[in-house]
Each structure stands twice: as C-alpha cells, then as structure tokens.
C-alpha cells in the first residue's frame, strides 16, 4: 500500500465532500422553504357599543331629529306636530365615550 495518496485519489475525496457538502445544503434549504411560516394573527377588533335612539322623520326618509329612548312621548309628540307623513323609528347609533 503506497504511503501518500495519489493525485487522482486527492482530487476524487475533495470532489466527493464538495457534493456531500452541496447535497446538505440543498437540502437544509429545501426543508427550511417547506416549512410554512407561521402568521402572527391578530385578535379581531371589539365592535362598536351601540345604543338605541328615536329617530323622527318622514316616512323612508332620514330622520330629522333623534330623542334618547327614555324620551319615545317626546318623540311621538314631534312627529304628531310635523304631520302625517313624520313617523317615530328606532335607530341605532354608536355610544361616545362617557355615555
């Protein structure tokens, strides 16, 4: 058995690393892109506190004022004086901090 290594054999070990080496790689890299990233999701957002209101208006129409719900006679009492064609609907409007 020869003492050192020819040329040839030298050259064939360092090649067969290389690709060994290469080889890993590519698959470290395959495995790291199939893995799917994980999402940060965020918590839905609170919808807004609603309260009811009377809203008189005409009939279809938007309303032209608005009484708190605790005032429905108030209510009632501006659409008899407008007419016939006002009437008193419920309407649900965001509640302002401090409400």
Known sequence: ???HASNH???????AEAEATATEKAAA????AAK???KKTRAPKAPPRMKIVWGVGPIGGTPASTY???ARA????E???KGAN?????QKVPMIDGE
Not at 9 to 15: E, K, L, Q, S
Not at 86 to 90: A, D, I, K, L
């Open 1 to 3: 058995m020869p003492r």
């Open 9 to 15: 054999d030298r050259i064939a070990r360092a090649a």
């Open 29 to 32: 890299k395959a495995a790291k």
């Open 36 to 38: 799917p990233a994980a």
């Open 68 to 70: 708190p719900y605790n």
């Open 74 to 77: 108030a209510a009632d009492a």
């Open 79 to 81: 659409a008899a004086k």
């Open 86 to 90: 006002w009437c008193v609907s419920p």
